[in-house]
């Protein structure tokens, strides 16, 4: 029988892999990170192999896995296709699985993510590891405790935003979208009502952290409609939440005592089939509700806008300037690392929050960071050295601005050194197409599917310099390739998996729509990222990372 886990011990003793710090997707996705996590197949007699997301092939071989105990699905989506020549790579994991069980069923350790299960059960007989009981303490939060927690927060925000935009040009108007009303518990109503459950089971960091107000560290949220106190679960002290309300034998015996219901939603891509297991068996019927908590956060950020100014220029600041020092220490003609140019992105954050007096906790959230010396594929900086034999770094990256261990801002937005003539034409063009091809055409009502379509048309007429100059193939065909991807998202407390600028997707901005606007171009010798941050305000669109070198 094929077995499928996701040991963290396993795969940091047996393949040195620490998916948070040597993957990105796992850094990034804080809502959804067990479903990009590497899983070990195994069978008795048998040396283990890591089944791994298309995505992450720099980094599996960068983090020194043998090529030989990997095994690749879901393929990346690359206008360069000698980076990925030679590769197999299934089309899905169920297929990837289905080839390695040969009509054997397949068994589930406890700590895979459910979403697994519910994808590979279409096909496949699976079974899975139960997951022995705890007791467990609840705790109660009032409802109106959390929103006023949230409203004094951002309160400050603002002030600190504020300050720090006032010498700002193309920002000036922007304040006066502060101060949003707070629906976070009428968006639950909404996706309770659409859904038709009772409750929804919450464990997802970010989830966790909007629902609570208080730092995720692995308790469950568990909130029904029409109530006014949100329960958290925990086998610890909970002390932090105020004295415990209960005390139950397992947390599936809590879940059905605080659920007026048998349905509740749960994080499918978040949660463990054990913890699902757990639910089943006590006689609940957990529905997917992934994606509309992602889209409850993605759709409520302006409410925190004054962080996500925070966050964005302090990106756009450290991100800028960590290249500015990498470029003056190459022409220089020393050599140093993809860690050193890391060292001094994270010295500059702290630079702009001090000299800004942000007074929050500002660290980073995700770093993609190589040269394309070593790979065009998106991944976290190494020990590589950068020399004069350089011909681009990428820094794409975003900060988290935390209060009390909670998340209310993130970042995500790129920029790159070129270092070819080929190179710097094509960086300068990106941000236009950036900034005029796909920022200049968002305003409310715009449709999603239709900026990434309007995007193409503004790409199309430059294509052909674009094969002149060497950064793309004759024969590529580029639409069909880039109708794979998107040229955007949302920001919800992270990148958004939910709300993308692409085909297909038809969700309507609108005043308050707050996200990220790309073009990554990996072609040759070359990986360019070029990135902004955009809000759709009451005045007008403003590109957040847009900065004056004279200003912050």
Request: proline fraction near 5%; charge should be negative; charged fraction near 25%.
């Amino acid at each position: 029988m094929l077995r499928l886990s996701a040991h963290l011990d396993t795969l940091a003793d047996e393949f040195g892999l620490h998916p948070r710090k040597s993957l990105l997707f796992s850094a990034i996705r804080l809502d959804s990170h067990p479903l990009v996590t590497p899983l070990i197949a195994s069978r008795d007699g048998e040396d283990a192999i890591l089944l791994v997301r298309q995505q992450e092939q720099g980094n599996v071989l960068s983090a020194g896995v043998a090529p030989e105990r990997i095994r690749f699905y879901a393929p990346w989506v690359t206008i360069d296709p000698r980076p990925i020549a030679d590769v197999t790579v299934a089309q899905s994991l169920t297929s990837l699985v289905k080839n390695l069980a040969d009509d054997d069923a397949v068994h589930l350790d406890a700590d895979v993510v459910y979403s697994h299960q519910l994808t590979l059960s279409d096909s496949l007989t699976v079974t899975t590891e139960p997951l022995a009981p705890s007791p467990v303490r609840v705790h109660a939060i009032s409802t109106s405790e959390i929103v006023d927690r949230f409203t004094d927060w951002r309160r400050r925000g603002a002030d600190v935003a504020t300050a720090l935009i006032s010498d700002v040009p193309h920002l000036q108007g922007l304040t006066e979208d502060f101060g949003a009303a707070d629906t976070r518990f009428r968006g639950l109503e909404s996706i309770a009502a659409e859904r038709g459950v009772d409750g929804l089971v919450v464990l997802a960091p970010p989830n966790f952290s909007e629902i609570t107000g208080r730092s995720a560290r692995g308790d469950i949220a568990v909130w029904s409609p029409g109530s006014d106190r949100v329960f958290v679960i925990t086998t610890a002290d909970g002390s932090e939440y105020g004295d415990a309300v209960g005390h139950y034998a397992s947390l599936a015996e809590a879940v059905a005592a605080l659920v007026p219901g048998k349905r509740i939603g749960i994080e499918e891509e978040f949660m463990s089939v054990g913890i699902a297991g757990q639910l089943v068996a006590a006689g609940l019927n957990p529905v997917s509700a992934s994606i509309d908590l992602a889209h409850w956060r993605d759709i409520r950020d302006h409410e925190d806008l004054p962080f996500q100014v925070i966050a964005a220029r302090t990106s756009v600041y450290a991100i800028e300037e960590a290249l500015a020092w990498a470029e003056q220490e190459i022409d220089a003609g020393n050599e140093f690392t993809e860690l050193d140019i890391y060292g001094r992105y994270v010295d500059f954050i702290d630079k702009f929050t001090t000299e800004n007096a942000i007074g929050f906790v500002v660290e980073p959230y995700f770093t993609n960071l190589h040269s394309s010396n070593r790979m065009l594929f998106p991944g976290p900086p190494v020990d590589f050295p950068i020399n004069g034999d350089t011909t681009c770094i990428q820094l794409d990256a975003g900060v988290q601005v935390t209060i009390d261990g909670v998340v209310v801002a993130t970042s995500d937005m790129a920029r790159s050194l070129p270092r070819t003539p080929a190179a710097k034409e094509a960086y300068e063009f990106f941000f236009t197409v950036v900034r005029e091809g796909i920022i200049g055409q968002l305003r409310p009502g715009v449709v999603c599917e239709d900026v990434h379509e309007g995007t193409l048309q503004f790409l199309a007429p430059h294509l052909p310099r674009m094969i002149e100059i060497g950064m793309l193939g004759e024969d590529t065909d580029f639409n069909t390739i880039y109708r794979r991807r998107n040229v955007g998202h949302l920001m919800g407390k992270q990148e958004s998996f939910a709300n993308e600028l692409r085909p297909g997707y038809k969700h309507a901005l609108d005043v308050g729509s707050f996200g990220a606007a790309e073009i990554p171009w990996r072609y040759g010798d070359v990986a360019i990222g070029t990135e902004d941050l955009w809000f759709i305000g009451r005045n007008g669109t403003y590109n957040l990372t847009r900065r004056d070198r004279t200003t912050a």
